[in-house]
Structure formats: structure tokens, C-alpha cells
């Protein structure tokens, strides 16, 4: 609870490696504490002994303090291990071109990666003589890696590719499960199951089938 009056405090984005997204997020919080100029400018440096005006010097103290509590502000964002690397960095301006420098690279890489299991995803199909089972797991593999690069993916459209991409036996209790069903409130579980439950009637059907062919073979050939 809060005060009348009184509001929260935004809390200090922390860096994830996602260079883009977390430079867009730390540098609206500056701004909103009005410490950005001494990240996009870096603070004025004087000369010792350099003659300057009582007004200058009052700027000039005024931009080291900003740039400490700015400092501070990256360092609370940044974990111990990358917060190691960037210590003899003198100004916020540093710290924060050093980070740019190290991990836009990084974020790129991320892209691609993302991009290619996209791709995958999209391309992905049930081969003939693949289980249910393996199936689930070759699909959910690839999602779960696309939701590791903090790239939200709901149920439904996994649930929508794997019946769309499901091999041809399978195809009437596609149909059978997306007209019964609210394919947005099926979990995939759910669609797991059901189509476990077909998979055991369809190998059922084929041993009776080969052992009726056996039957009948013998047969002939004892006659």
C-alpha cells in the first residue's frame, strides 16, 4: 500500500544479454530520472588548475554527480560476472558504450538463432513410422528452444502445426478433434492423448489385419 500521494518506484531494469530490448527499457528509466545526458554525452572534462567560473564549476559538479548516480544505477542492472569486466570504466558513458560494444553482437547472433528455429518449426513433419510420441517431442524441442530466446509462443499454435502436419493416416481424427473441440482451450496434453488413444486403435487394426493375411495364407496354401 501507498501512501496518498505517493507513488512506486520503477524498479531498475536488469540486463539479460538482450542488449535491444534492455537498452530501450534502462534508458527510458534514466531519462525518467534525468540521467541520460551523461550517458549520451558523457561529462565534461577540465583540466587541473584550468581557470573556470564559479557558474562552470557548479555544471561541472553537477554532471559527477549525475554521472555517479547514474554509475550506480548500471551497476545495480548489470550481475557480477559482466560488472567484473567493465570496473576501470570511469563514466556512465563508458559503461554503457561497453555493453553495446560486447553484446550487440551477441543479440544478433540470438536473432539469427531464433529465425533459423522458426524456420524449422515451420517446415517441421511428421515422417512415416514416427510415434505420436516422437513426434510430440521433436515439435516441443524445437517450441521450447524458440521460448528460451524469450519469444512467446501459445499452446494453440503448436497444437495447430502438429495436427496440419501430421502424417495422412491421421487425417479423420484431425478432423474429428478440431470439429469437437475449441482448439484455443485444448491443451496439448490433451491432443496427446487423444491421438495416443488412435495411434493403439490403428496398430490394433494392422495386427488383426496381418494376422488374418497369415490366416489366410496357410489356408490356401494347405488347400
Excluded at 60 to 84: G, H, S, T, V, W
Aim: charged share 30%; aromatic share 8%.
Amino acid at each position: 500500500m501507498t501512501s496518498e500521494g505517493s507513488f512506486v518506484q520503477p524498479a531498475i531494469p536488469r540486463f539479460d544479454g538482450h542488449c535491444d530490448h534492455w537498452s530501450m527499457l534502462m534508458e527510458n528509466f534514466l531519462r525518467s530520472k534525468e540521467y541520460w545526458n551523461v550517458v549520451e554525452t558523457g561529462v565534461t572534462a577540465v583540466a587541473d588548475g584550468a581557470d573556470s567560473s564559479e557558474a562552470q564549476k557548479k555544471v561541472i559538479d553537477d554532471q559527477k554527480l549525475k554521472n555517479l548516480k547514474c554509475k550506480n544505477y548500471l551497476f545495480q542492472a548489470i550481475d557480477r560476472l559482466i560488472l567484473e569486466t567493465i570496473l576501470k570504466k570511469d563514466t556512465a558513458k563508458d559503461i554503457w558504450d561497453s555493453l553495446k560494444q560486447k553484446y550487440q553482437g551477441t543479440t544478433r547472433v540470438k536473432r539469427a538463432q531464433l529465425q533459423a528455429l522458426r524456420n524449422e518449426f515451420e517446415v517441421l513433419h511428421m515422417k512415416a513410422g514416427k510415434s505420436i510420441n516422437d513426434y510430440f517431442g521433436q515439435t516441443l524441442v524445437i517450441a521450447n528452444k524458440i521460448r528460451i530466446h524469450r519469444k512467446h509462443m501459445e499452446d494453440a499454435v503448436i497444437i495447430e502445426k502438429i495436427l496440419r502436419s501430421i502424417v495422412p493416416k491421421y487425417d479423420y481424427v484431425v478432423c474429428f478433434i478440431e470439429e469437437s473441440n475449441d482448439l484455443d482451450a485444448l491443451s496439448i496434453d490433451e491432443l496427446q492423448s487423444s491421438l495416443l488413444v488412435h495411434e493403439q486403435q490403428i496398430s490394433r487394426h494392422v495386427v488383426v489385419e496381418e494376422q488374418a493375411l497369415q490366416v489366410t495364407s496357410r489356408t490356401q496354401q494347405g488347400g
